[in-house]
């Protein structure tokens, strides 16, 4: 028996339930079919064995669009959700240091300091010598910034790392956490993605805060942002999906093969689906390989990623006082294997089976065939590491180590991405398959959980009322969404 529906949807993460949830307001026939037991994808969450909830990854909530709000109030209600302000900080040379780095120069040793100070200020030299009249830094090397006088634009990111903070800061920081966050060398990838996700330096203000020797610590998009209370960020998507008729989900139905020129979509038990519209957020590189004859295979090798392996550490009692406010933290030296670590317990006692009672860091290491990880051990560095950085007194208090390895967790904005991606996407649609989401659309700059619900969502719209890209303004045009409620 072959299955209709007029829109086909697959995957159920963030991407596949904006779509649902859109088409579902319009009262159009659709159905979501999704290879895992629940909703979520990356976005979910797993409980361990002790009973420690768990993200796949640090995920904060930050939105840039009043749908997502909305959607969001309504998953778990107002009361909901825990906000907090963001605090991140950077473990370097043995202290903490507040993000952004070059803001908080004052707490280096004055040798660092200087060479940081040194290079920010041959940063600013070139770039003012290179510019007719002067333009900040983010608007010149920024994501579409369009220059003015004929200067020579940097090839790469790690080229723009140097142009926008000179020597001391690239080579102190940004670089060594760049490799260790990516584990992808910086001179492969391109840097126009960067827009409000990396702070560029501010010369005044840096200058200022030395002088001064206060912390700076507000910037950027999250300066707040919020949590579930329960559940851990698994809770919105799960809440959300189960919003939705249960007879247009199937869950548990994976994907194998997909005919674009019959409309059929195979799962890997037998059934089949005929579909008008399909709309894909799986991996843009699985769906080139199960969809014969659309893109060449080989292109779906050219796709660069990265995968990440999630170690969490649940422990007995009370986070060191150190801990008590902090978010996340940054770790770009080599003594760890981790590049960042999240104080789960801070974002919800509840991530805890004993709230109060216990604590628990969550840790992100990153994999690519360019940065191998030692798996076997992985773990046990993970708590050497954490002891090491002074973030865990007491290992004898440890009572949950739990792994989960994410194949695919951040796709690379790799060098000459856009000129493998974008035919590709266009192919697909020209065989009327919309390819959505953060891997089905492989733009690290609108990847985010808001990003990937609006490309689902938006992408519906379109579908319905008919229309082009300027139908889909987070995919096409990720600068302006991505300025929008920017401070
Ligand atoms: C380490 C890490 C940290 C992150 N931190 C944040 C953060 O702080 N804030 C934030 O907003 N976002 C964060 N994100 C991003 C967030 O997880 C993504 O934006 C979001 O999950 C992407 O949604 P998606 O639906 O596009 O893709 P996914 O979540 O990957 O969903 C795709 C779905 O497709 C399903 N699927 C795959 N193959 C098949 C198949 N063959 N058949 C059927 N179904 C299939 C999968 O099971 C999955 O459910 C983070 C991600 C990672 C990895």
């Known amino acids: 028996m072959i299955h209709h529906a007029d829109f086909l949807i697959l995957g159920g993460g ?6 649902a949830l859109r088409l579902e307001e319009k009262g159009i026939d659709w159905h979501l079919l999704e290879a895992e037991p629940k909703f979520g994808g990356l976005a979910s969450s797993w409980v361990d064995e002790k009973g420690f909830t768990w993200d796949l990854g640090g995920h904060v909530q930050f939105s840039h669009y009043e749908t997502f709000d909305r959607y969001m109030d309504l998953a778990l209600g107002p009361d909901g959700w825990f906000s907090h302000e963001r605090e991140s900080w950077i473990w370097i040379r043995k202290r903490f240091v507040p993000y952004p780095f070059q803001n908080n120069l004052h707490r280096l040793d004055p040798e660092d300091r200087e060479a940081c100070v040194e290079g920010l200020h041959q940063a600013a030299e070139i770039q003012s010598s290179l510019y007719t009249e002067h333009r900040p830094v983010r ?19 790690k080229e723009w790392i140097l142009a926008a903070f000179g020597d001391g800061i690239a080579r102190l920081f940004l670089i060594p956490y ?10 492969k990838m391109d840097y126009h993605w960067i827009g ?4 560029v330096p501010n010369l005044a203000a840096v200058m200022s805060s030395i002088e ?50 019959r409309r059929k979509v195979t799962t890997a038990d037998g059934r089949t689906w005929s579909y008008e519209h399909l709309i894909s957020t799986l991996p843009l590189n699985h769906l080139i390989r199960m969809t014969p004859g659309v893109v060449d295979e080989r292109t779906a090798a050219r796709l660069v990623f990265s995968s990440t392996h999630v170690v969490g550490v649940g422990m007995d009692g009370a986070a060191p006082e150190h801990l008590k406010t902090k978010c996340w933290m940054y770790f770009p030296e080599n003594n760890s294997p981790y590049y960042r670590v999240t104080v789960f317990t801070n974002y919800s006692p509840n991530n805890a089976p004993q709230p109060g009672r216990q604590w628990s860091l969550m840790t992100e290491t990153a994999e690519s065939p360019e940065k191998p990880v030692p798996r076997e051990t992985l773990a046990e560095d993970t708590v050497r ?41 266009r192919a697909f649609e020209a065989k009327g398959i919309f390819s959505r989401g953060r891997f089905g659309a492989w733009k690290y700059e609108v990847a985010n959980q808001d990003h990937s619900f609006a490309q689902g969502y938006e992408c519906a ?19 302006v969404v991505n300025n929008r409620r920017n401070p």
Do not use: M
């Open 385 to 425: 590491a954490l002891v090491e950085d002074g973030l865990l007194p007491d290992r004898n208090r440890v009572v949950s180590v739990s792994h989960r390895f994410l194949p695919q967790a951040y796709p690379t904005p790799f060098l000459g991405r856009d000129a493998v991606v974008d035919p590709a996407l």
């Open 196 to 199: 409000e996700r990396v702070a």
């Open 139 to 157: 608007r010149s090397l920024g994501e579409g910034g369009t220059p003015n006088t004929s200067r020579p634009a940097p090839n790469n990111f």
């Open 461 to 479: 719209e379109r579908l319905v009322r008919g229309g082009g890209p300027e139908c889909e303004p987070t995919l096409f045009t990720p600068g």
């Open 14 to 19: 963030p991407t596949g339930l904006g779509a």
């Open 178 to 187: 760049n490799v260790k966050v990516w584990a992808v060398p910086p001179e």
């Open 212 to 261: 001064t020797g206060e912390d700076q610590v507000s910037w950027g998009p999250n300066r707040t942002f919020r949590f579930p209370k329960r559940g851990g960020t698994g809770a919105v998507w799960e809440a959300l999906g189960r919003r939705l008729p249960a007879e247009r989900v199937n869950l548990g139905a994976r994907v194998v093969r997909i005919e674009p020129d």
